[in-house]
């Protein structure tokens, strides 16, 4: 049985687009669309650029090099190096400039900075730098939970409240303040009883509302969203259905909470 709630990665989601998703995959990948159409929506337009670059400029990416410009048969006939070069630059052009074509044609379509990527970046390069951290691996003790909460608050401009995951066996180590994409971001870290630890990155974001996003890379992976004007980043050990289940867990503490006023 497909467990719908288990998230599928972006790569895999371009892939599905693209026709190289490997079969085991399909199914899972089209019960997840199913059951998140925020997804489904994101392949839709996706299929939709594709296949604009492919009516657009199809015909001149898949043009093939002229007879007479091919350099088996420039060689054959004892031209000069000077000829067969300059024949090489044109073949080239003719490749190249399809591909610049589709490319600017992708970006016309695309040209909202990707703020997901942005703050995943962020979040994830931070995660790696505190988790091996022993003797400093935040500046404030979990222990000091209310003095933590308010000074991050502060910095932010917003009411930040951590979740609590004691019930996913995860304990507050702590938190730091650190440069984010548009000002101060907060960085709360968790740990488990054998050493796991696992990150929320909260940065302000002038970005709509979302849903789930995935990514992984190397050995950690990480959720992205925003709520009420915060990109939230939950990051960890590349487990997809632990991560999924903390960041649910995470999520639904935050979601359930009252609009907080800002503290600005």
Same mark, same amino acid.
């Given at each position: 049985?497909?467990?719908?709630?288990?998230?599928? #990665?972006?790569?895999?989601?371009?892939?599905?687009?693209?026709?190289?998703?490997?079969?085991?995959?399909?199914?899972?990948?089209?019960?997840?669309?199913?059951?998140?159409?925020?997804?489904?929506?994101?392949? /839709?337009?996706?299929?939709?650029? #594709?296949?604009?670059?492919?009516?657009?400029? =199809?015909?001149?990416?898949?043009? #093939?090099?002229?007879?007479?410009?091919?350099?088996?048969?420039?060689?054959? &006939?004892?031209? &000069?190096?000077?000829?067969?070069? /300059?024949?090489?630059?044109?073949?080239?052009?003719?490749?190249?400039?399809?591909?610049?074509?589709?490319?600017?044609?992708?970006?016309?379509?695309?040209?909202?900075?990707?703020?997901?990527?942005?703050?995943?970046?962020?979040?994830? +390069?931070?995660?790696?730098?505190?988790?091996?951290?022993?003797?400093?691996?935040?500046?404030?003790?979990?222990?000091?939970?209310?003095?933590?909460?308010?000074?991050?608050?502060?910095?932010?401009?917003?009411?930040?409240?951590?979740?609590?995951?004691?019930?996913?066996?995860?304990?507050?180590? =702590?938190?730091?303040?650190?440069?984010?994409?548009?000002?101060?971001?907060?960085?709360?870290?968790?740990? &488990?009883?054998?050493?796991?630890?696992? #990150?929320?990155?909260?940065?302000?974001?002038?970005?709509?509302?979302? =849903?789930?996003?995935?990514?992984?890379?190397?050995?950690?992976? &990480?959720?992205?969203?925003? +709520?009420?004007?915060?990109?939230?980043?939950?990051?960890?050990? /590349?487990?997809?259905?632990?991560?999924?289940?903390?960041?649910?867990?995470?999520?639904?503490?935050?979601?359930?909470?009252?609009?907080?006023?800002?503290? =600005?």
């Amino acid at each position: 049985m497909i467990d719908r709630n288990v998230p599928v #990665t972006e790569d895999e989601l371009h892939a599905y687009v693209d026709g190289e998703l490997p079969a085991d995959r399909r199914a899972a990948v089209e019960a997840w669309l199913a059951a998140h159409p925020e997804d489904a929506a994101r392949v /839709a337009e996706w299929r939709t650029q #594709t296949e604009t670059i492919r009516a657009r400029y =199809g015909e001149l990416a898949d043009e #093939t090099v002229p007879e007479r410009l091919r350099l088996d048969r420039l060689t054959r &006939s004892g031209r &000069s190096w000077r000829a067969v070069a /300059a024949a090489a630059v044109i073949a080239a052009l003719v490749g190249g400039v399809a591909g610049w074509m589709a490319h600017g044609a992708a970006a016309a379509v695309t040209s909202e900075p990707d703020v997901f990527n942005v703050y995943t970046r962020e979040a994830v +390069d931070a995660h790696k730098l505190y988790v091996i951290e022993v003797v400093h691996p935040v500046e404030v003790p979990g222990g000091e939970r209310e003095h933590l909460v308010r000074w991050l608050s502060k910095r932010l401009g917003h009411e930040l409240r951590p979740p609590d995951l004691d019930p996913m066996g995860l304990a507050l180590v =702590g938190g730091r303040l650190l440069p984010g994409p548009s000002g101060a971001a907060a960085f709360l870290m968790y740990e &488990s009883a054998s050493g796991d630890r696992f #990150t929320l990155y909260c940065a302000p974001a002038d970005a709509p509302q979302t =849903g789930m996003r995935y990514r992984e890379a190397d050995r950690f992976a &990480s959720f992205y969203w925003v +709520d009420r004007g915060l990109a939230y980043v939950l990051s960890g050990p /590349a487990d997809r259905k632990r991560l999924w289940a903390i960041t649910k867990s995470a999520y639904d503490q935050i979601e359930k909470l009252p609009p907080a006023k800002s503290s =600005g």
